[in-house]
């Protein structure tokens, strides 16, 4: 039974109303945590009787196969949280759901339909509602306003329609940290994943590009329950625990009580096989907290710091004030302890950088030696001040998510092309891990600028297979080619220095076309070692041969011991003449 009121339906019901929460991820690994948290919101706010189901999908399932998931769960209320990464996909399934669930009530949230809510209400007319900004409380007062204990026009953050138009609220936030997301069916379903823990919500910066700088107040849940979530998360058998605190070290003395505890309770054996994730401002890194760092298991610890650039000129145009020299001094310090991943992130079309100003800026990011260095592209995000100030910001950009920036006064489309190209061979050959030797030589001792020669590494790896889609063989060959091109003279210590790497980084015996070189010694050099240094039992063995030096050497990798933050594997080297004698 339903009664029509002021223009909306009422719906009275004397069974509990079934409520589906849908995230849908941009890979399995990833595990959704927001469905979670409205479903924690239900328990906390809701008084209509009702139960509450995650369903979970991926953009790169079949969309029938989602579509199938959800409406077999036979909902009345649909939530379905939206970003950036499936916002598209979202969009393809919802005629098709609303299609076959005509009286379900279809809800959108998240940061990508939160501040474009007029735009979403117009573009898909399935959608009935949408909730901008937090939606803890919001969707359950809007559960309550739809079956009679509330009114549409006092649920927080709600948009929808009206016959006079649109009526658009501005984006929610709660003044404290909402429930734990974490409940029996969470842990059941999580099944390896990578997990995600929310200790803080807000952000103390304001950049220009970011929708986290919109100046909502930092909240933070209390230690006690961090500690808790921490633990619980530690053994549920996830492998890596990513923290979405979009500033973890904000509060730089918490920070520090939190990665001590985890510190410690993984030196207690309680923590084990578990890696923490953490966005971090590299210039509030201070003595405690590296002190920390250096101190514990190698692997515990990844850190993500967000540089975006190395010009402080730049960050200004973006309402961000960064002391670079202090913090590139703290991130050298931080990797310097090799206890911890620490990847770096460069943003291309920033405002007053253009092709060579930027190339600067990846020069000096790469000195810090980073485990990884991204080089992102300028997305213009519902909400950031960048989109919404286009007389400050002008740029033309992709109308499309993840609506990358293709052109700015300081950056042509031409200049986009070239950043793209040096992405693809700094994506393959640093981030990978798999050269690490060679490029450190090459952008030291050989005299490589770092940006010069990763455009020079892509154009070719690009005119090989336009998409960089090469088998790893085929890429080994086609950089030791480029390379011995480039600096011929060099090509043996070139080839000597990808073997080292090729060994080092890839549990295999077998090497690529170009580095393989017969020796007639091989035989007898196998044998040597098995005798004066045993294989470990199940360790594969490599060998190998290097020429360079002032003598030829034997190089040689028992697969075992594996660094957990670098991912390579130890070698041994001595001139083949020690060990035929």
Known sequence: MALFLEGFIIKQRIQAVKVVLAGISSQYVHSALAPWCIKAGLSAYARTAHTAQVVEGTVNEAPDAVIQRV?????????????????????????????????????????????????????????????????ELPFSNLLDALYGTGELAQVPGLCYRTQEGLRISPSYAHEDMQSSPYCEEYFKQLEGRIAYLETSR????????????????????????????????????????????????ADRARAGRILRFIKEQAQRGEIQGVTFHFEIAGDLLDEETLSIIAAAPPGLFQFEIGLQSMDEQTLRLVRRRTDMRFLSQQ???????????????????????????????????????????????????????MREEPAVYPCRFDQEPPYQVQSTPDLSEADFEVLQTAEVALDKLYNSGRFAATLDWL????????????????????????????????????????????????????RDLMVYDRIASTKTTVLPSRLKQKDARFHA?????????????????????????????????????????????????????????
């Open 443 to 494: 952008t030291s001792d050989g005299g490589f600028e770092p940006f010069d020669l990763f455009l020079t590494l892509g154009t070719a790896i690009k005119a090989a297979k336009p998409d960089g889609s090469l088998p790893l063989d085929e890429l080994v060959n086609l950089v030791y080619d480029c390379l011995a091109g480039l600096v011929p003279d060099q090509a043996a210590r070139i």
């Open 525 to 581: 050099v196998k044998r040597a070692l098995a005798q004066r240094f045993p294989r470990p039992e199940g360790a594969a063995r490599a060998i190998g041969f290097l020429y360079a030096g002032a003598e030829d050497q034997v190089i040689w990798c028992d697969y075992q011991h594996q660094n957990p933050v670098t991912g390579l594997y130890p070698v041994q080297i001595l001139p083949v003449s020690d060990i035929l004698n």
């Open 331 to 385: 991130v050298r310090r931080l990797i310097a302890c090799g206890r911890a991943h620490v990847h770096l992130d460069l943003i291309a079309g920033l405002p007053g950088e253009d092709l060579v100003a930027f190339a600067r800026s990846f020069d000096l990011a790469y000195a810090l030696r980073p485990h990884a260095l991204q080089l992102g592209f300028l997305k213009l995000i519902h909400g950031s001040a």
């Open 71 to 135: 409406v077999k769960a036979k909902p009345d209320v649909l939530g379905i949280s939206c970003y950036i990464w499936n916002i598209t996909f979202v969009g393809r399934i919802l005629p098709a759901l609303k299609e076959a669930m005509p009286g379900c009530v279809i809800v959108l949230g998240g940061p990508e339909v939160s501040y474009a809510a007029a735009e979403v209400l117009t573009r898909y007319p399935q959608a009935d509602y949408v909730l901008a900004g937090e939606g």
């Open 202 to 249: 807000g952000c103390p910066y304001s950049c220009a590009f970011c929708l986290s700088g919109r100046g909502e107040k930092l909240r933070q849940v209390p230690l006690s329950r961090a500690f808790d979530e921490i633990m619980m998360l530690a053994k549920a058998g996830t492998k890596t625990v990513k923290l979405v605190d979009r500033t973890f070290n």
